[in-house]
């Protein structure tokens, strides 16, 4: 599902249409997002749109208050990971936790990962 949000977040997405890619019905699709993410798919993608409209204006920041704003975002991505790092720890083990659910855990995990590497990048210059 995140995979899917994040290759058409340009394009009108809607929950049967992540359900769908995830073989999963609506019920079970809100129901994995609240139960690992603790929150809606569609608060996930404001959250991941949001995000995606301050890395494009971040040029237009003074030098000053980008790197407040990339600091804010390192700091809020290093917290995201270690919660995601402990939950899938707590998790991966357990045969009640539906492989749909790990493999949300994961992907956020990922998504985190990339987000580190960007903030190096965008450090370096």
Known sequence: ???HIHEH???KIS???LAEVAFLSERECYRAFRNHLHMTPVEYIKIFLDFNAVIVNL???SSEKRKQCIDSIEENVKEL???LEQNI???E???EIPATGMAVLRQQFVLAEAIEKWIDSVKEK
């Open 59 to 61: 040029d237009s920041l």
């Open 89 to 91: 720890r707590e998790k």
């Open 93 to 95: 083990n357990l045969p």
């Open 81 to 83: 990971k270690s919660y």
């Open 9 to 11: 977040y340009s394009e």
């Open 15 to 17: 929950i049967p249409e």
């Open 1 to 3: 599902m995140m995979v």
